[in-house]
């Protein structure tokens, strides 16, 4: 595959270009272990490195052309200077891969809770609909009916765009995306025409990278601004009505952009009421464009009610028949380690759950108590190398929540797993807690405390397979753990086992 040059250049703000430029490339790269002929090399700007010292490395292996935001001495091919890096790095992986979201109708996703399971939710209504759908995010990548792992909730713009042209080749007629803070400040959703953006909720996470609320917040609203400006989609804001962020957001962009809001609230454009749920799913009414639908899905905890009314609303705006929508839900598939039940025949449940910021631990324990557990016990703790502010907050919460709480190692990554310990600590007023470092021995005292009818909520990784400290990453799934150790403790059945 090969383009014109000139043609990426014309897609992006340039400051200055040489004149020896080639006339065509053949791939794009970022990181220069990835450079191959023909390739242009970006020079980006990191937190911790500066790709430009990286040039002579991509040239080795055959860059031509290099695009940086200053001159690089001595760097052996042509070097185009442009304003900022990132921004032009997307705008020319959009026109190399042939502008594929203005192919697809692309729904994208924001918000500090809720992301992965309204994108699912989301891929899942508009599957059954349009047959051959995508979807990026932080559990996998999906092309119609292949699936790959997520290196990252939301690709680089290079990646991003490669995943969505081969969705579009692949017969994909829609895609349900995750969108990070991280990736609308890093301009990884940059170029990308979207038909519809949900925003979720806000919350205190990704402090250690915004620095402030108002800062995280000015992050997911630029993915909004984007839509306003969009030159061949007229995109739609599906907003929380309810959250208080949400209302922020509507205030800013509703003049601009047609916005449906969902909630709980009488003023919701989306609104659930009558909700209800036990152990294997929910049911509410759903008032919307002037009828009433009664909807039933196999979720539960009132923050996936908001959840489906993210991903009805998002449907909806897409061009989805929203009785079908409802009727989709029904069918909605279990969303790994959200809620996720372990299987296992004893007279106790056990679930997993990615809640890992103290919002998302609330709702999540609330939802278990409303199960009228005899005790709910929480296995949980916090990552390393992260905000750091909201570990003493997670603590509380447990504590308030729970009738005991076991805290533990999430990842530490290159943190010492007591320092983590100690500041959740911090957060602690009562007694109704012990610390235990290792994961699994944490794991195996929660089953050892169980007794009938009693929850266990194992919080904080979800999803994952391992476990990362400073050295590397090691194998760890929470749900696999929970039912080794669940199976090798002699434990008498449920009752409803027995009969």
């Not at 090399?41 to 940086?68: C, H, N, Q």
């Not at 705006?317 to 790994?336: C, D, F, H, K």
């Not at 929660?446 to 994952?464: N, P, S």
Request: charged share 25%; hydrophobic share 40%.
């Amino acid at each position: 595959m090969s383009v014109p040059f000139a043609s990426l250049l014309d897609s992006t703000e340039v400051v200055s270009r040489p004149f020896n430029m080639p006339k065509e490339i053949t791939g794009l790269c970022y990181d220069s272990r990835k450079a191959g002929t023909g390739h242009v090399f970006f020079a980006l700007r990191g937190m911790k490195e500066d790709g430009g010292a990286f040039v002579r490395d991509a040239v080795s292996r055959g860059a031509s052309v290099v695009v940086a935001e200053q001159e690089i001495p001595e760097a052996g091919v042509p070097v185009v200077i442009v304003a900022d890096a990132r921004a032009s790095m997307a705008d020319m992986a959009s026109t190399f891969y042939g502008k594929p979201s203005e192919s697809l109708k692309v729904v994208g996703i924001t918000g500090t809770n809720g992301k992965t399971t309204t994108a699912f939710l989301t891929r899942h209504i508009l599957d059954t609909q349009l047959r051959r759908t995508g979807l990026v995010g932080t559990i996998k990548y999906v092309v119609a009916e292949r699936e790959m792992d997520a290196p990252r909730t939301t690709p680089e713009s290079i990646d991003l765009q490669a995943l969505l042209s081969e969705m579009r080749d692949a017969g994909c007629k829609a895609v349900a995306m995750e969108v990070s803070s991280h990736a609308i400040h890093q301009k990884r959703s940059r170029a990308i025409e979207f038909d519809a953006a949900v925003f979720t909720n806000l919350t205190q996470d990704h402090l250690d990278y915004h620095g402030t609320m108002d800062a995280y917040f000015e992050a997911k609203a630029a993915l909004f601004d984007s839509l306003c400006g969009q030159k061949q989609k007229k995109g739609r804001a599906i907003i929380n009505a309810d959250d208080r962020y949400g209302h922020l957001l509507t205030e800013r962009i509703s003049k601009k952009l047609t916005t449906i809001t969902f909630g709980l609230g009488v003023r919701a454009d989306f609104r659930a009421t009558d909700v209800r749920f036990d152990s294997h799913g929910s049911t509410f009414h759903l008032a919307a464009r002037g009828r009433t639908y009664l909807v039933r899905f196999p979720l539960i905890g009132a923050f996936n009610i908001y959840n489906a009314l993210a991903a009805l609303a998002a449907s909806f705006a897409v061009g989805t028949e929203l009785r079908a929508a409802v009727t989709a839900l029904a069918s909605a598939p279990q969303v790994p380690g959200r809620l996720e039940r372990v299987p296992a025949k004893r007279n106790f449940q056990v679930f997993v759950d990615y809640a890992h910021t103290d919002d998302a631990l609330r709702n999540v324990l609330r939802t278990l108590r409303e199960l009228n557990p005899a005790r709910l016990i929480v296995v949980v703790g916090c990552g390393g190398d992260r905000d750091r502010a909201k570990r003493p907050l997670m603590a509380a919460v447990s504590e308030n929540l729970a009738d005991w709480c076991i805290f533990t190692s999430d990842n530490p990554r290159s943190e010492d797993p007591d320092r983590i310990l100690a500041d959740m600590k911090a957060g602690l007023r009562g007694t109704n807690h012990e610390l235990i470092a290792d994961r699994e021995e944490a794991i195996e005292r929660a089953v050892e405390l169980a007794e009938a009818r009693d929850i266990i909520l194992i919080a904080g990784k979800g999803h994952e397979t391992y476990q990362e400290f400073a050295d590397g990453r090691v194998p760890f799934d929470d749900v696999k753990v929970a039912k080794k150790v669940i199976d090798s403790r002699r434990i008498e059945l449920a009752e409803e086992e027995r009969l």
